[in-house]
């Protein structure tokens, strides 16, 4: 029983009908139990089994890939950030995408924030190989086709004195490597990636690498966002 007794303690709290398990006496070991809503007590003390529910906010450095493990040993975001928690990312960013990543373990918000009805807007700075053609930001603009179908519509700034090299675009959509195929598909190579802004939130403050947890409002305002369908900034 978890944080509560050894395996062998535990049955034979059972057998002794010391275990109550949402008002009824447990008499079956291996009996399962929901950790965010069964009620255990033993000997009359309650024990809550939920995961205290953390959100995170780190600043992705490169080389660090966006999965909870990997079978080929490599780095990955779980490494940068020491919680207890069994955490893990919204989302993916590639291994070299740099910037605004989540890492939560409250699933319902992840899978409603990472759902396209959600529409989360995500802004990306680009830095590619050379200038924009005016032509290819409109067309960028105005979706893409990808071998996996057309980009919605998405929001493009091109960063006056870059020569057109950087440029920010804001999509709500969450395609594999959605932003180096859609300039890919037109000739640029993307030299750098930089996510600076999810559903409002930014890491401005947060040096590469380093992670903070969202306050309580951010949390709240993450939450109203998914709920109403419609984007709401969010100061800290
Ligand atoms: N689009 C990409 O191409 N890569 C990312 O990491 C995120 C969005």
Known sequence: MVGVASRRAAET????????LNGAVVTELGTKVNPQNDVVKV????Y????????????????????????KGRRTVLDLVNAKERIYPVGRLDRQTTGVLLLTNDGMLANKLMHPSSEVIKTYHVSIDKGLDTVHAEKLANGVYLEDGKTA???LEIIPGTKSREVVIHIHEGKNRQVRRMFESFGYEVDRLHRVEYAGL???????????YLTDREVKSLKKLVASGSEISIKP
């Open 13 to 20: 709290m059972i057998a002794n009908g010391e275990v109550v």
């Open 43 to 46: 000997n009359g003390q309650t």
């Open 48 to 71: 809550s089994l939920a995961q205290k529910l953390v959100y995170i906010l780190l600043n992705k450095p490169k080389d660090f890939i966006t999965t909870a493990s990997d079978e």
């Open 153 to 155: 519509p998405a929001e």
């Open 202 to 212: 930014n890491v401005q403050g947060l040096q590469r690498g380093m992670w903070r």
